[in-house]
């Protein structure tokens, strides 16, 4: 343990593997299988220790010590001003019963007071002693405060009294239990340092107080502390510290842990194992997710439906569909069948990669398979037909429905409501939404947000209000959505006052000044694009990409050409990153102010600086040139905008 006394761990991740996994699975299941551990997911990111001594830290953590005076006197160390009780007990005994009770009654500054006059008696106060004091006065609830951690550090660096494995104990445990994890961190360094090694429980108590806490990074120092220690973390810790790094995105660290425990020989089953899946599959790394699969299937635990339910998610996501369609055959080979998440999965992408036909087999499929649709299932193909305006399909798909047993619920009444919308047909949406309301179908926000889309769609914003106000006044919540809706509804009517009084009554984000941003820009407003500017500013609202294209726009439009690129090198170099729209924009905004020779440098830039210019960039810069009957041909950026 001597190469670990005075480091801690903290963590790197690197770059994405070099060499690609091979695409067909039955390739995989012949390929030999190495070591969990010598198949990272990433070649050099697999999370790593790196140590760094902790005595640097003292000063940093705890400024206050730089004030301490040399002696060790607790007294000197908690002396702030006042009178304390000086009574002067007749014997240790006693003494050590007083230090106690003030402990236990919460007053440490007595308790210290009493601790310190024991050095009336040769080879007194003991670190035992110490420790009494510090056990009292958590055991009463007291709470680790800075005065006892200041106390501890003092008396660390102290050789009057060295602290015991038991001291060290204390200190983690209090500094713990009041989330000091980092404080906590520097003590268990000096507990190296001093020779003594934490207990499991220790360490154990400690890594679920920060998975509690969601402080995940001090979750993954507390476990490769373990894995110094050569200690296992329970079940329920590992399974809920690997949960939360694959919902946080965390997949690199999640996968880290996951290894570690399985290096050594540590396999708490499924459990622990689908998010890691999961985690992998959405964040399209399937083929790995697959080596891990199989790797744990050659082991000979048995892996259930929703392990084989993510690669189908990760193949149908990555557009793989023979390989989703082989694996669940494997799925049933293996004496499983299908769940209602896996043909859920499958519909959902089908329906997201236009391919609604096959959906549209899947209920009756699931019918015979023994496994009944649910209305989740029908609200997702109902949503794509509703894209697709396809009334016919829909209604029989509805009657289907509620031959089944089923009810429409809210999600249905909003995906057909707007498919309906999304499709053009406003009048048919309105008719629809109403009789869905008066017949007493459950409602939404989501649902009364289409309604307002309508009713903004058709210039009745000033109707929208008023039936947001009612509903607010019925005690239904409007979303932002909600407002955002209503205010670029103002916004296209031309009703700026109307605007400006609806965005004081609740509390607008940046779409809600983007939505009057964009209107002012266009109508190259100084005076209200100055205005949502300065009260953006004043509210704590960070401009994102949409704000700036706006800003391009209206730059543009009032002539102020060299602002306008000043603002394009601002976002190539500090973001937010500007976007295709923001680039065509730009270039159409340019050429049309008769800067076309300034646009063609632009795009240059652009082009150089990592973007790809789609079909409607070179529209916009082969219409400028042919109106002077010249042809567009991209040059060589020419450094600087001349």
């Keep these: 343990m001597n190469a670990h006394c005075s480091s801690f761990c903290s963590y790197a991740h690197g770059s994405s593997p070099s060499s690609r996994a091979p695409r067909q699975p039955s390739g995989l299941k012949r390929q030999p ?42 007294l000197q160390t908690i002396d702030g001003g006042g009178e304390v009780e000086s009574t002067v007990s007749s014997s240790y005994d006693d003494l050590q019963r007083g230090m106690r009770g003030h402990a236990a009654s919460g007053d440490l500054r007595q308790a210290l007071w009493t601790w310190n006059l ?45 602290p015991n494995a038991i001291t060290f104990n204390l200190i983690v445990n209090g500094l713990v239990a009041v989330g000091n994890f980092r404080a906590a961190f520097f003590v268990l360094g000096q507990m190296f340092t001093s020779g003594f090694l934490p207990s499991f429980t220790l360490l154990s108590r400690w890594l679920k107080k920060c998975i509690e806490s969601n402080s995940l990074t001090d979750s993954l120092g507390v476990f490769d502390v373990m894995l110094m220690m050569d200690y296992v973390p329970t079940e329920p810790s590992v399974n809920m510290l690997i949960c939360m790094l694959s919902k946080n ?32 599959c959405k964040s399209g790394k399937t083929y790995t997710a697959l080596q891990l ?67 549209l087999r899947y209920p009756s499929l699931m019918e015979t398979e023994g496994c009944s649709p649910d209305l989740l299932v029908y609200n997702i193909i109902l949503q794509e037909l509703s894209h697709l305006d396809r009334v016919f399909d829909i209604t029989v798909l509805l009657d289907m429905i509620v031959s089944k047993g089923y009810s429409p619920d809210a999600y249905t009444v909003a995906v057909l409501g707007g498919g309906l919308l999304k499709a053009g047909r406003v009048g048919d949406c309105v008719g629809f939404l109403l009789d869905t309301i008066s017949e007493g179908y459950p409602i939404d926000v989501a649902v009364y947000n289409i309604y307002l889309q309508c009713l903004c769609s058709q210039s009745r914003t000033t109707e929208a209000l008023y039936l947001l106000e009612r509903m607010t ?50 109508q190259r407003s100084s005076e209200i694009v100055e ?111 001349g």
């Design 33 to 74: 299988f190495l070591l969990l551990a010598a198949m990272p997911l990433c070649s050099d990111s697999v999370i790593r220790f790196c140590r760094r001594g902790l005595r640097t830290y003292s000063s940093v953590i705890f400024p206050k010590l730089a004030s301490f005076s040399s002696s060790s006197c607790a």
């Design 118 to 162: 024991m050095r009336n008696s040769p080879g007194k106060p003991t670190v035992n002693d110490f420790n009494a004091l510090v056990h009292s006065y958590l055991k009463c609830g007291n709470r680790f405060s800075d005065v006892l951690l200041e106390v501890c550090l003092r008396m660390m660096e102290s050789s009057e009294i060295a």
């Design 249 to 280: 995105g965390m997949v690199k660290a999640a996968y880290y842990v996951f290894s570690s425990l399985l290096a050594k020989g540590c396999f708490f089953g499924v459990y622990t194992l689908n998010p890691i899946l999961w985690a992998l």
């Design 293 to 359: 699969f199989y790797l744990i299937k050659k082991t000979g635990l048995g892996l259930y439906v929703c392990s084989y339910t993510a690669l189908v998610y990760g193949f149908c996501k990555e557009g793989l569909w023979e390989d989703a369609w082989w694996f669940v055959d494997e799925m049933q080979d293996s004496g499983l069948k299908p769940s209602l998440v896996t043909y859920t999965v499958l519909v959902k992408f089908l329906c997201v990669n236009g391919r609604v036909e096959e959906a």
């Design 473 to 522: 006044g019925a005690g239904f919540n409007p979303s932002n959505v909600s407002y955002n809706i209503i205010l670029n509804g103002f916004c296209r009517e031309n009703k700026f006052s109307k605007a400006v009084t609806l965005l004081n009554q609740f509390l607008p984000d940046v779409v809600s000044f983007n939505t009057i941003l964009s209107w002012a820009c266009r």
């Design 531 to 641: 205005w949502i500017l300065c009260r953006m500013q004043n509210e704590g609202i960070t401009h994102d990409v949409f704000t700036s294209t706006c800003l391009i726009r209206y730059l543009c439009r009032v002539g102020k050409v060299s602002e306008c690129l000043k603002l394009l090198d601002n976002l190539l170099l500090n973001g937010p990153k500007p976007t295709i729209v923001t680039f065509n924009v730009a270039l159409h905004e340019l050429c049309n102010s008769g800067s076309r020779e300034i646009a063609s440098q632009v795009f240059e830039k652009f082009s150089n600086s990592g973007f790809l210019p789609n079909a409607a960039s070179y529209d916009i810069m082969s219409r400028a040139y042919a109106r002077t009957h010249a042809t567009f041909a991209p040059v060589s950026f020419v450094k600087g905008y």
